[in-house]
């Protein structure tokens, strides 16, 4: 199970809820505080294994997901949906991934850059990239290399979630958490999409451009575990209910916090039926949770921004680049190509509750599938 928020529309979207029905999503509105399920049609046969296995993006309000066992891309446009539409939402195959999606798929969303984890044939401390807004997979992984010393990430499976911006633009930022719990990765990514040879505008410092910060392995080491972030802070809930988080995670610089560390929460989610291995997920069609305990914890606030400078990416005639970066402020030009252009982003809505109180109630939802 995956949960997205929408930002443009004050929703919040529930895929792979229902192992009876894995193309439908739930829909919850936060306006008039209301659950909903959107059927579909054309739905792949299988979800892949990964919590991390589909992403929402931010400006089209479209689901991509890469199935399991090879199959196609798919896309399910959900536009303004903020309530189930009239009828069925089509998903639509996208085409086939370049990469290879026979095991558990690691994504998360940057900058309208699907970023795939733990690829496999990938160096370490980089991605490969779908590129939304054409629909073209870039030739080359993009690199991240990392900036405040420690080794690459590991080209391993994992999960990856997106820090949401708080000023309801694109996301910038991944945290991305391999299996074998070494660290936790912030990865950042820029690209102008208007001109791919300029890094004008960027909201990090050059040296922050597709870049990798290090911070703490969470200190739960579960694969099954659920995350989700805020603008600054990321949230963990385990397969025994056990809620860990990182309140400055992320300031508004793009920075990592200075001495950010995992914290556990006074409470926890207990439910039937009984918590599963924190060595592997487990599921339930018939799940409850309540939260137990108190919490005395606070979230903290991110600094100001910085400026930036220098190029990100070389231009080539007649096609568009993005940077494949080696180090700090280093960039290699990787064509691509203009392809099939994406719907326009929804007119901006304002949420109605703290984006940390959602990422727990995402994850208090997403944690019925694990107690």
């Not at 095991?103 to 795939?116: F, Q």
């Not at 990239?129 to 073209?136: A, M, N, R, T």
């Not at 592997?280 to 409850?288: A, F, R, V, W």
Request: a negative charge; proline letters at 5%.
């Amino acid at each position: 199970m995956q949960c997205f928020l929408s930002q443009y529309n004050n929703a919040m979207y529930v895929f792979g809820g229902d192992s009876s029905d894995v193309g439908s999503v739930y829909i919850y509105n936060f306006a008039a505080d209301s659950w909903s399920k959107q059927p579909t049609t054309g739905a792949p046969a299988q979800l892949s294994n990964s919590r991390s296995a589909a992403v929402l993006d931010h400006d089209t309000n479209t689901i991509y997901t890469v199935a399991g066992g090879g199959q196609s891309m798919y896309g399910l446009a959900l536009d303004s949906v903020t309530n189930t539409a009239g009828g069925s939402v089509a998903w639509e195959q996208i085409g086939t991934p370049a990469i290879d999606t026979e095991g558990p798929v690691t994504a998360a969303l940057a900058n309208n850059h699907i970023n795939y984890f733990g690829v496999k044939g990938d160096q370490a401390g980089s991605a490969s990239l779908f590129v939304i807004h054409f629909s073209y997979w870039q030739p080359q992984p993009q690199a991240y290399p990392t900036v405040d010393g420690g080794a690459a990430f590991p080209n391993s499976q994992g999960q990856a979630v997106s820090f949401p911006t708080a000023g309801n633009t694109s996301p910038q930022s991944m945290l991305y958490v391999p299996d074998d719990f070494s660290n936790s990765y912030v990865v950042t990514h820029w690209t102008n999409l208007g001109d791919y040879s300029s890094s004008a505008g960027a909201p990090m410092a050059a040296n922050l451009i597709n870049s990798t910060q290090i911070l703490p392995a969470p200190t739960s080491k579960d694969k099954a575990a659920a995350y989700a972030c805020s603008p600054s802070a990321c949230a963990q809930i385990d397969s025994k209910g056990d809620i860990y988080y990182i309140d400055n995670a992320l300031g508004s610089d793009f920075a990592v916090g200075s001495g950010a560390q995992w914290a556990k929460m006074g409470f926890s989610l207990t439910g039937t039926p009984s918590s599963g291995s924190s060595s592997g997920s487990t599921n339930s069609t018939d799940s409850t949770a309540t939260a137990t305990g108190t919490n005395t914890a606070a979230v903290g606030t991110p600094t100001g921004p910085s400026t930036v400078s220098g190029a990100d990416a070389k231009t080539q005639a007649g096609s568009k680049t993005t940077g494949s970066q080696s180090g700090a402020g280093a960039a290699t030009g990787t064509t691509e190509k203009e392809g099939a252009s994406s719907k326009p982003s929804n007119g901006a809505a304002t949420l109605n509750s703290s984006v940390f109180g959602l990422t727990l109630g995402a994850l208090a939802v997403a944690a019925a599938s694990l107690l």
